[in-house]
């Protein structure tokens, strides 16, 4: 079965902190995101990448940077945390051009003090 | 700009009911993929659509195959597991997805 696996699942941390959230698919999808939910704003996207090596910015990357070094593996970075990127996130993955269906992880709570 | 959706924003169902969500497009979309987002945080797919219907258990799922501007989803005999956020989303190509905001169901006993 499909699987998407993030980790953490729960992250406290301090602001002015790097955050290095992770995410692992075993569906060999060339297509991954990272998404943040917030009430109010639904999901929105930070990053995506279409294949290893690959990072493209979404529609809100500031103060973020992703990382995608193998097909399996793709990570969001904060480099200096916020108390406002305080969010779930969630990791998904897709085959080419959206003809498979989107699956997602279980999401990280981050909360940063 | 927003590019989809969703109606109505809240619904409260009694067990047993029926019920439908819809999700509008503001321009003509390949496909749409609903999910259910329940109490836990999880997404869940339930249908993907690039066209024409498609039917799981109580929930069925229809994709307007002519003008490809909306999509509903049909909620049948209504119980209380089916609570939850759902969400339509479009691939709207250039490898992106756009999500609607969602429809908090809540079924009631």
């Known amino acids: 079965e499909a699987a998407v696996t993030q980790s953490p699942r729960n992250k406290v941390a301090v602001t002015g902190g790097k955050v290095t959230l992770s995410c692992n698919q075993t569906?060999?999808?060339?297509?991954m995101y990272w998404y943040r939910q917030d009430t109010g704003h639904g999901l929105r996207l930070i990053h995506y990448?279409?294949?290893?090596?690959?990072?493209e910015k979404g529609d809100i990357p500031d103060g973020y940077k992703a990382s995608r070094p193998s097909q399996e593996n793709f990570s969001l970075i904060l480099e200096l945390a916020t108390p406002s990127q305080t969010s779930v996130y969630f990791c998904?993955?897709?085959?080419?051009?959206?003809?498979?269906?989107?699956?997602f992880g279980a999401g990280t709570r981050l909360s940063v003090l | 700009g927003d590019q989809v959706e969703q109606s109505p924003s809240a619904l409260s169902l009694h067990e047993g009911t029926d019920s439908a969500l819809r999700c509008n497009f503001t321009?003509?979309?390949?496909?749409v993929q609903w999910f259910r987002q329940n109490s836990r945080g999880s997404l869940i797919s339930l249908f993907y659509?690039?066209?024409?219907t498609k039917e799981n258990g109580r929930l069925k799922s229809a994709f307007d195959s002519k003008e490809r501007r909306y999509s509903t989803l049909h909620i049948r005999d209504a119980q209380l597991e089916d609570s939850g956020t759902y969400f339509c989303?479009?691939?709207?190509?250039?490898?992106?997805?756009?999500f609607g905001a969602g429809t908090r169901l809540k079924v009631i006993a």
């Open positions: 998904a993955s897709g085959g080419r051009r959206g003809r498979n269906t989107l699956y």
């Open positions: 569906n060999n999808h060339n297509n």
């Open positions: 990448s279409y294949g290893a090596g690959s990072t």
């Open positions: 321009t003509t979309m390949r496909s």
């Open positions: 659509l690039a066209s024409g």
């Open positions: 989303a479009v691939w709207t190509g250039n490898y992106k997805y756009v």
